[in-house]
């Protein structure tokens, strides 16, 4: 395992991160979706392609290496049918996909996390899609 590789953790740890983690070992998850304001809020700045992680699982285990391929950012309203199927979680419409986020988005976990207990998305919000593959550990 290169011990040099960032971390990429999925969720919280728990349950969300267990079936997140599951998704990609599967190979059904190939993208995932972040905010903009996240990257801002910790002073990072946007994934970019070639760029490779350690994905851990809710012990904090390496599970893979993923490999970014491919990164936009588009506004919320903008999310495509196919990243939302990408995704690997079951949603099969882009509403789904965006009432599954929303309801994380806007949990108390996440709203702590951003230092913003009214946090919130709409249509404008910044969204950064990111498509991924991954090796094993």
């Not at 108390?108 to 996390?113: H, I, K, Q």
């Amino acid at each position: 395992m290169p011990e040099d590789l960032p971390v990429s953790e999925y969720a919280f740890p728990g349950p969300l991160r267990d079936q997140l983690v599951g998704a990609i070992l599967s190979g059904a998850k190939t993208s995932t979706t972040s905010l903009v304001a996240q990257y801002e809020l910790d002073d990072e700045p946007l994934p970019t392609v070639g760029e490779r992680a350690i994905v851990i699982d809710s012990a904090g285990q390496p599970v893979c290496i993923e490999e970014i391929t491919g990164v936009r950012v588009v506004r919320l309203a903008d999310v495509d049918l196919e990243h939302a199927i990408a995704e690997g979680e079951g949603f099969t419409t882009v509403a789904e996909w965006r009432a599954g986020h929303e309801e994380f988005w806007h949990s108390p976990d996440f709203r702590e996390g951003m230092g913003d207990s009214d946090f919130t998305v709409d249509d404008d919000t910044q969204t950064v899609l990111v498509r991924f593959r991954v090796e094993p550990a």
